[in-house]
Each structure stands twice: as C-alpha cells, then as structure tokens.
C-alpha cells in the first residue's frame, strides 16, 4: 500500500470514529433520558432517529445548497458533514475558476476570429450554423440572430456547393464509424458567385473538427480570379497571333526541304531540317497551351453528356497507334459497358496526353497497356501503363507543374514534349470530379491512374 493510500485509509478511519463518536451521543443520550423517564431502549430509540433526523436535516440543506448555491448557505459543522460541506464549498470555487478562466478564453477567440480577414461559420453535425464572425455576415449576407441555427444549404444552394458539402458530411460520417478521432481537412477548395454580390468570387473550404463539427473558411478571391482570367486570355490571344507567322514558315521550310535534293540547297539540308523540327515543337507548344488555356477557362461550365467512353478510348488508342508507327505493342482492354457523364472535348484531352506521352517516352519495341475498368464503390479508372524509362519518385510531385520536364534524357527518346500534357491532364481531371495518382520508377515504366467517382459513371445493360 503506498503512502498516500495508507493516508487515505487513516483519514476514512477518523472520520468512521467521529461518526460513530456523534450517534453514540445521541443514542447514549436518549438511553440515559429513557432510562429515567420510561425505559432505557426506548429512549436509545428516540436518540438514534434524531440522529437520523439531523442528518437529514444536513442532506435536504446540502441539496436545497446545489439546486441554489446564490440562495443557500452551507452551515459550519464539525465531523462528516462538515468534510463534506467543505469539499462541496471547495468544488464550487473550482468549478466557478474554471468557468470564468473558459468564459475569458471563448471571449479572445470570438474577438480573435471577429477580427479574421476571411469568413468563419461553425457548423454543427447537420450542418446548421452555430456561430459566424464579422467577415462571414459581409461575404455571406449572414445575420444574427436570423441565420443561427439553420443549415447552410438552405443560404448557399449552388449545386456544386451542395455536392461539396455532403460529400465531405459523407466522409465525416464514415470516418466516424471507424472510431477515428483525428480531425481532417480538405485540400479541395470551391470558387462560387457570392450570394450577395454575383460580380464577387468566393472560395469556400471546410475544415472538420471535433466530433462531428466543421469550419467553414470563406475567402474574397475576386482579384485572384480577375488576374487568372486575364493571363489565360492573354495565353490564348498570344498563342492564336503566333500560330499564323509560325504556319506561313512552316510552309516555306517543307518547300526548302522538297528542294534540299538540288545541289544549290544541298549544303543547307541539316539546317533546314533543324527549323523545320523546331517550327514543329513551337507549333506542338502553342497548341497545348491553347488546350490548357481552354480547359482552364471551362471550369464547371462544362458539357455534361452521357460518353460512349469505350468507343472514344478506342479511337484514342488508334491514334496513338498511328503516332507510334508500329513501335510499340498496345495491350488495350475495354469495359463496353462503362460510360462516363461529362465533357467529350475534357475525355480527349486527357486520353490524347496520357497516351501520348506514353508512345513518347516508352522505348522502341515497349509495351503500352490501357484499362478502362469498374472499380470499388461503383466507380471507374482509366490506367494507362507503359515500360518506359520511368520517373523519379522526387519528381512525381510536380509532373502536373507546366513547363516541368524531368530531366533531358527523356527528351532524346522522341523529342520530348512541351511540358504541358500532364498539366492539361489534371485540369481536365477537374471537370469530372476525379482524381489522378502516378506510380514510377527510373528504368520500370510508369503508370497514370485516373479514378473517376460513381456519380460519373453508369453501366449500360448489354444484349447477350
């Protein structure tokens, strides 16, 4: 037994002795008053039920105390009750320090969060408003008390909020069922017209929190906007001004090269073919950069059309065929039922680059394997596997960058390519709610994994 146990032991001990010390009192008491006015017994009977009585008496005050701690006073008494008064007394100044110390504490964080730049509205499990700064009631039209309470679909109705935010409460649920106690935040965030002012752009994110709460962070990213809008039309304006001068060349240098057989363009062969590939690569760069700049600029405002996805990844593969010319071996293998909702135009882009860059970083004689497949949940994945020279792992992080080229070695194998087809690939990725994942390594090939959400894809009922 450890000290502070043999401690308590001999405090419960005194306390047992003080105790039975006051009702052998009032029992000795009412025996010796009994003994003299009736009988002994009958007067120990009298002494122990005012003893019962006064405890009581002392229980009723302690609970009147608790119900009404402002009303109420607890009397000073000595022994067990008064232990016990005092631990109550104690606990209430406990409790009443604690109280104002969070009452102080919520005060700087509302003050502090007042004071925020950006919107803050806490939700709770159902996703009504509990609580929102000053920044939220400008940027969201928020009042209070008016809003308090209510959930925050009902203000903010746009369709791809409203699938943002019940695909996060989803999630929450499920990580719920698991008994995981971690708080998680989304990296996604949605650019919506302000509710209040439609010449405004906000960027909303929800952090979860706690049990079943989240936060929902708005921004005013309207200047954002305006200069991304400017520099894509910037993009596209120069590149269309450009494509005109670099045709006309192209043209006089494909005339050269008919004629470099004669002995006056002999000598100038080598450099008219060095021109007429590098008028090539400048047209192959203004091309992705009029595609980038084009599914940019789409955002969610996209066709949504039901794809027959295997008969355009069918003419895909083909045209990768063609551009390899017989180099490699394609193992393609198609789900015919497997039909995507969205964009035909985002589909090509996205197919047309992962194919391409595939036949122009894979070896001579390489294999190139295409799957378009079901997966878990109802979903579907496109993978598109090549035995090429393969990435990094330090690298993958910023295949999706534009410009980014991995090293020059790539580009010797066919040219290499604008350093755009992976970040047109993921901006396409966008407009169908998917995600992609790479897996590579130096001299072990690559592959680019597309999954796409169930809300995107059907399965159409075959004929036996």
């Known amino acids: 037994m450890s000290a502070r146990d043999r401690a308590h ?3 419960l001990w005194s306390w047992w002795l003080d105790e039975g010390f006051r009702v052998a009192m009032y029992v000795g008491s009412g025996a010796f008053l009994g003994a003299w006015l009736w009988h002994w017994q009958s007067g120990a009977l009298v002494g122990l039920l005012v003893c019962v009585a006064v405890s009581s008496h002392r229980l009723m005050v302690l609970r009147r105390w608790q119900q009404s701690p402002q009303s109420e006073r607890l009397p000073e008494v000595d022994g067990l009750w008064g232990e016990v008064f005092d631990g109550a007394l104690d606990r209430q100044r406990k409790f009443r320090k604690k109280k104002k110390r969070l009452a102080r504490l919520l005060g700087e964080f509302q003050a502090s969060t007042a004071a925020l730049p950006f919107g803050a509205v806490v939700l709770g499990k159902n996703g009504e408003m509990l609580w929102f700064n000053n920044a939220a009631r400008t940027l969201l039209g928020l009042c209070a008390p008016r809003d308090t309470g209510l959930r925050i679909t009902n ?13 996060g409460q ?26 209040v002012n439609d010449s405004r752009t906000l960027a909303l994110r929800i952090v979860a929190y706690g049990s079943g709460q989240r936060l929902l962070v708005v921004r005013d990213v309207s200047e954002r906007v305006y200069f991304d809008t400017a520099r894509r039309d910037f993009v596209a304006n120069a590149s269309h001004e450009l494509r005109t001068p670099l045709t006309v060349l192209r043209g006089y240098l494909e005339m050269m090269q008919a004629d470099a057989e004669t002995d006056a363009l002999a000598p100038w062969k080598n450099p008219i073919d060095d021109m007429h590939a590098q008028v090539m690569r400048m047209e192959a760069l203004i091309t992705d950069m009029l595609t ?13 059309d039901m794809l027959d996805t295997p008969a355009l990844l069918e003419r895909d593969v083909a045209q990768a065929e063609a551009l390899s010319a017989g180099s490699h071996r394609f193992d393609v293998y198609i789900d015919p039922a497997l039909m995507l909702q969205g964009d035909a135009r985002q589909w090509q882009s996205l197919a047309g680059n992962l194919l391409s860059n595939a036949v122009r970083y894979t070896p001579a004689e390489g294999v190139i394997t295409v799957y378009w497949r079901s997966v878990a949940d109802d979903g579907a994945q496109l993978v598109v596997r090549d035995t090429g020279i393969g990435i990094s792992e330090a690298d993958i992080p910023r295949l999706t960058e534009r410009f980014y080229r991995v090293d020059q070695g790539r580009a010797h194998i066919t040219g290499g390519g604008t350093g755009l087809g992976l970040s047109i690939v993921k901006h396409a990725l966008q407009a169908f709610d998917a995600q992609l994942h790479i897996e590579s390594a130096p001299g072990q090939g690559s592959t680019f994994t597309c999954t796409f959400p169930s809300h995107r894809v059907s399965r159409l009922a075959l004929p036996a």
């Open 292 to 304: 980038l700049a084009r599914v940019e600029a789409a955002g969610g405002q996209t066709r949504e």
């Open 9 to 11: 032991a001999r405090q």
């Open 170 to 195: 989803e999630s929450g649920q499920e990580s719920s069922q698991e008994s995981s106690q971690e708080s998680s935040e989304s990296d996604a965030e949605i650019d919506l017209p302000s509710p």
């Open 155 to 167: 203000l903010l109705r746009h369709p791809a909020f409203v699938h943002y935010f019940e695909s």
